[in-house]
């Protein structure tokens, strides 16, 4: 079956931008995951959604940050006033009470911020 | 706090041989362990996991891993290794309270002929 897609593959942007990333879950996952992975910094979580509700956002780095999930699927990160400390690849994950815990991940967003 | 950690920056094996790559953890309560790999310019790809039961738990593509509760420690292994082995592996523990996944920072594993 299908699993997670991210969009787009690849972002380049300026500093001082918007930018928004995109994350499908599969389908019937109830628990949808955002991780960002840069050289410096490794895995980090982000934000964690249960449904449409965001039990867990202790990851967002700055107010910049902000993610919101809608009808329990699709989720959009958004990064506002974007930095070049944000360049990194934004990784999304789901998964279900079917999954016994397993997240399983995206291709991801790689996002360049000159 | 929970952590992970993976002791090995890169380890270097050949073909056919066995291969090991460590991970170590610290975690409140009953640990919930994972191995995902990474192969370039892709997302992270689940191996396996162990959640409870036996101690040695085998995955995909021929991979395992023992947990060790009084070592805490939940070492990857292959019997054989292949060259298409080599990729970027993550050892991870699930946080007992919102289910996000803490990461050690990653092994190379670097597989010659």
């Known amino acids: 079956g299908a699993g997670v897609s991210q969009s787009p593959s690849n972002k380049v942007t300026e500093k001082g931008k918007d930018v928004e990333l995109r994350c499908d879950p599969i389908?019937?996952?109830?628990?949808l995951y955002w991780y960002r992975q840069s050289l410096g910094q490794g895995l980090e979580f982000l934000i964690y959604?249960?449904?449409?509700?965001?039990?867990?956002k202790s990851g967002l780095p700055s107010d910049r940050f902000s993610a919101e999930r809608t009808g329990g699927s699709v989720s959009t990160l958004t990064i506002q006033r974007t930095q070049q400390e944000d360049s990194a690849v934004y990784l999304c994950a789901s998964s279900s009470l079917m999954t016994r815990e397993t997240q399983y991940f995206g291709p991801g967003t790689r996002l360049l911020v000159l | 706090a929970q952590s992970v950690a993976q002791p090995e920056d890169q380890v270097n094996v050949a073909e056919g041989n066995p291969l090991t790559v460590k991970c170590t953890y610290s975690?409140?309560?009953?640990?919930?362990l994972f191995w995902y790999v990474q192969y370039p310019n892709r997302g992270l790809q689940f191996l396996l996991k162990y959640i409870t039961g036996d101690n040695l738990v085998k995955g995909s593509y021929g991979f395992e891993a023992e947990f060790n509760k009084s070592q805490t420690s939940f070492h990857l292994k292959k019997p054989s290794a292949l060259v298409s082995d080599s990729a970027l592996y993550f050892c991870?523990?699930?946080?007992?309270?919102?289910?996000?996944?803490?990461f050690g920072q990653g092994t190379t594993l670097q597989v010659k002929p």
């Open positions: 975690v409140s309560g009953n640990p919930y």
């Open positions: 389908s019937g996952h109830t628990a």
């Open positions: 991870a523990v699930k946080s007992s309270n919102t289910g996000k996944l803490i």
């Open positions: 959604f249960q449904g449409n509700s965001a039990p867990d």
